[in-house]
């Protein structure tokens, strides 16, 4: 099978490691790619923006089949053209990846199909969003409604706060995905993640995991895009599992198709557990990173067959095994990150990783032959162990073996679940 992935970062690394190990690949191309998914696939330079390059290219290379890592293409419908042109293909079409590009059309299909999520209301404008979060009280919630690289999200402690997060979105702090806001109901608990495959009719559960959003130690500091995770989630016990399953993805499932939009692709549902049980905060399209890192070194099975079986509509006829072992990944970034940081500055030493580790590559470059940090997460640091200190010990040695002057990361890493394992 010919294979086309789609991205560049350590989620796209890890689904390349472990799709290259399938007995079914015989030919892999990665686009744009990065140097550590060079290890598995040949890098195109294909603009992935420009559909019709992207159909050219599998055209000429008789591609049997796209997996598309990001949201970004998916939202700009990039699985919906490749499908128009017979080509199969790992991800939902742009008006199903609604689920991500917007959270007031999220909220719609949880209140039609009575999927637990915190209370809202939509806005267009400030003065009813206002007299909302005055009527309701603090703590409360302001979204914007599009994609705003993960920053559009103010948990309001007091009604000023939100009511300052009214006025960012709709004075252009997030730009169009501000134009329309959502007001919702602080939801208290532990989150979770929960990743479960759909072809639109059968859906398949993966594994749970966690992440660590804040840049510091202790869960302190700015947002990022996740300074690290780890699976399983311990909060997620069977019974969670099994509820997630009924209460909010087979309903989520049947509602899209009822709507006229068919989820082909992975749920990755954002829990927060509350003391009603799970409720759903928000979901993306495609994996997390870096949750995905941690998915993949625990996955058994062979991925390939398990994409396919979602894009031939044949999820009812495969399973997947994963290994008991907890998976830990930490993230290293460029200092700075996420605000400023330099650029190109060099990595000496990436470790070669043995049975249950891996560096997964992100934000790097090849400049002059050498390894360079371009982007603000850089490495991700992967292990497995029998616990989650054991694979966060495992995961930490591996990273003191990086040469990288330019790098930090979080050291604490998994210390909820450790907390957990100890008590
Ligand atoms: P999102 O971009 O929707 O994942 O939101 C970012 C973060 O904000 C989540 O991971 C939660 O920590 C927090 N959050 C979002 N919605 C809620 C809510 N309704 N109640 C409490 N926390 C929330
Ligand atoms: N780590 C969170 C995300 O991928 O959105």
Redesign the pocket.
């Known amino acids: 099978m010919k294979v086309l992935l789609i991205g560049s970062g350590g989620r796209e690394h890890a689904l390349a490691w472990k799709l290259a190990q399938s007995p079914l690949m015989t030919e892999f191309y990665a686009a744009p790619g990065n140097p550590g998914i060079a290890e598995h696939a040949t890098l195109v330079s294909v603009n992935v923006d420009d559909h019709d390059a992207v159909i050219a290219f599998c055209k000429d290379k008789a591609i049997d089949f796209v997996v598309v890592g990001p949201e970004a293409p998916l939202v700009a419908g990039i699985a919906d053209r490749l499908r128009r042109e017979g080509i199969a293909v790992f991800g939902p079409s742009a008006a199903a990846a609604q689920l991500e590009g917007s959270?007031g059309f999220t909220k719609d299909i949880c209140a039609r199909y009575d999927i637990p999520?915190?209370a809202?209301q939509r806005f267009d404008n400030a003065p009813q969003a206002k007299a909302y979060i005055r009527e309701q009280g603090a703590?409360?919630?302001v979204?914007a409604d599009g994609l705003?690289a993960?920053?559009?999200?103010?948990?309001a402690m007091t009604v000023d706060e939100a009511l300052v997060a009214v006025d960012d979105c709709f004075e252009g702090a997030f730009g169009e995905a501000g134009a329309e806001v959502v007001v919702?109901?602080?939801?208290?608990?532990e989150?979770a993640s929960f990743f479960c495959l759909s072809d639109g009719k059968h859906a398949l559960a993966l594994a749970t995991a966690q992440d660590h959003?804040r840049v510091g130690e202790g869960d302190t500091g700015p947002?990022t895009g996740g300074m690290g995770a780890y699976s399983p989630a311990p909060v997620m016990t069977p019974e969670m599992v099994e509820r997630t399953m009924k209460e909010i993805i087979e309903p989520t499932m049947r509602g899209m198709a009822e709507s006229g939009y068919p989820f082909s692709g992975v749920f990755f549902a954002?829990l927060?557990i509350t003391a009603n049980g799970p409720?759903l905060?928000?979901y993306?399209v495609r994996f997390g990173d870096p949750e995905c890192q941690v998915l993949m070194m625990r996955l058994k099975s062979d991925l390939l067959p398990l994409l396919l079986a979602t894009a031939n509509g044949t999820l009812d006829q495969v399973k997947a095994e994963w290994n008991e072992d907890p998976a830990l990944t930490v993230v290293m970034a460029s200092k700075g990150y996420p605000g400023s940081y330099e650029k190109n500055t060099p990595i000496r030493h990436v470790p070669e990783a043995g049975e249950g580790a891996k560096v997964f590559q992100a934000g790097t470059a090849l400049k002059d032959g050498a390894l360079v940090a371009t982007g603000g997460r850089v490495l991700n640091v992967t292990a497995s162990g029998k616990t989650v200190g054991e694979a966060q010990s495992r995961a930490y040695a591996l990273l003191d073996k990086v040469e990288w002057d330019n790098g930090f990361c979080r050291r604490d890493i998994g210390w909820q679940a450790i907390k957990r394992e100890k008590a």
């Open positions: 959270k999520t915190g809202y703590p409360i919630v979204k705003a993960g920053k559009g999200v103010t948990v919702e109901a602080y939801l208290d608990g989150e959003k947002n954002g927060m409720e905060i928000e993306n």
